[in-house]
């Protein structure tokens, strides 16, 4: 069974540019949700996809969006990027149940924006 | 609306000696309890997790927390550690809310360990 994948692994933007972020869930997986990682603001919640709904969203600005296909993948937007938006993103899938599921996660994206 | 506190953002520990890994969270509802870990350049994987029962719960390669409801909290602890421990440890929450589970993650504690 697959895991999650997250392309690309590396990404350097330049300041001003928008980028696209891809995440394939586990197969079977509907639950999708997006994490940002620095080392100053430790791991922070983006959104959450579910049958290609947002459910719930963290406090970022509007800069940052998603979306969610049929097949349960998933694509995050940064548009207008700030040096601050540098950071590794984390893309995790879970399935969905009634009692507690294990979040399985991407290796993934090292952004850099210079 | 749910909570995780991981109060220390890195803790220092030599090699063999025990460590404890605090984690608080706050709650309306019933919750589920986990602790991953993430190795550097790589994503979080799960370490271990309470659901129910036994309110001690333990991993593979000796790592244990405990869920303290009373206290609201499900410290991680590990009588010895090892180089290979080295790494970062988020505790994260789960409760069935308005029709679907929620999860919370704390913010990251970082163990490294001083041979």
């Known amino acids: 069974k697959a895991g999650v994948t997250q392309t690309p692994r590396y990404l350097i933007k330049t300041r001003g540019q928008q980028v696209t972020l891809s995440c394939s869930p586990i197969s079977g997986h509907r639950s999708v949700s997006w994490y940002q990682q620095t080392p100053g603001q430790g791991l922070q919640f983006l959104f959450e996809y579910f049958s290609e709904t947002q459910r719930n969203k963290g406090n970022f600005p509007g800069r940052f969006s998603g979306r969610q296909f049929s097949n349960s993948r998933s694509e995050m937007n940064v548009s207008t990027l700030e040096l601050g938006d540098s950071a590794l993103y984390l893309c995790?899938?879970?399935?969905?149940?009634?009692?507690?599921?294990?979040?399985?996660f991407g290796q993934g994206t090292r952004l850099t924006v210079v | 609306a749910q909570s995780v506190t991981q109060l220390d953002s890195q803790v220092p520990v030599f090699e063999e000696a025990p460590v404890e890994l605090r984690c608080n969270y706050s709650s309306s509802v019933s919750v589920y309890l986990f602790w991953y870990v993430q190795y550097p350049n790589q994503g979080l994987q799960l370490l271990l997790k309470y659901l129910s029962g036994s309110t001690l719960v333990e991993s593979i390669n000796g790592f244990e927390a405990e869920f303290n409801k009373s206290q609201t909290s499900f410290h991680l602890r590990k009588p010895s550690v090892h180089i290979s421990d080295t790494a970062e440890y988020f505790c994260?929450?789960?409760?069935?809310?308005?029709?679907?589970?929620?999860?919370?993650f704390g913010t990251g504690t970082k163990l490294q360990v001083i041979p």
């Open positions: 994260a929450v789960n409760s069935n809310s308005g029709g679907y589970q929620k999860v919370t």
């Open positions: 995790a899938s879970t399935l969905e149940g009634s009692g507690g599921t294990e979040a399985f």
